[in-house]
């Protein structure tokens, strides 16, 4: 059974100087199998199309007019599985103080997961950084899975997320 679209309109969140990206998150883990999101926005949300590309969903954009978007975003597969921060082997040895310590608190998404794998890039294989993180960085599990990397990480009494992320070969 092929279910419509689920619509969601985040023009007022815009409005109202918010950050839509958590509404849109929650949108996105509401949807029933095979699902898409019909996106209503005041702007073309680029970032937004690699982050759920890598959900399993392909954008469809169109201007509406005075500057507002709409966005289709289409299931591809039976959508991704984002793995969390179980899904990996266990961590046994020792790994090396982070060789890079970044804070991206202030940052807004998708730029934390930009900035931890931007790191990860510059560092040699066993190399680690942390980063301290706005929420748990749920896409960025599947990232570092797929580059072959580890992580541990923890949420943090002032509701940030501190992450560890152990560089695997290249």
């Not at 890598?54 to 289409?74: K, Y």
């Amino acid at each position: 059974m092929s279910h419509p679209p689920l619509d969601l309109d985040v023009r007022p969140i815009l409005r109202a100087g918010g950050e839509p990206f958590s509404a849109i998150m929650e949108a996105v883990d509401s949807l029933a199998p095979g699902q898409g999101l019909r996106l209503l926005a005041s702007f073309k949300p680029v970032p937004l199309f690699q982050v759920l590309g890598s959900r399993g969903f392909e954008p469809s954009a169109r201007e509406i007019g005075n500057g507002d978007w709409e966005v289709l975003f289409c299931p591809t597969n039976a959508g991704a599985e984002i793995p969390s921060k179980t899904d990996q082997p266990n961590i046994t040895d020792e790994w090396p103080l982070p060789s890079v310590e970044i804070d991206c608190r202030d940052l807004f998404p998708p730029e934390p997961m930009v900035k931890v794998l931007e790191a990860t890039e510059a560092l040699a294989t066993g190399e680690t950084v942390a980063a301290l993180l706005p929420r748990e960085p749920r896409l960025l599990f599947p990232e570092l899975q797929n580059r072959g990397h580890m992580w541990k990480g923890e949420q943090q009494k002032d509701g940030s997320y501190r992450i560890i992320v152990r560089v695997g070969a290249k």
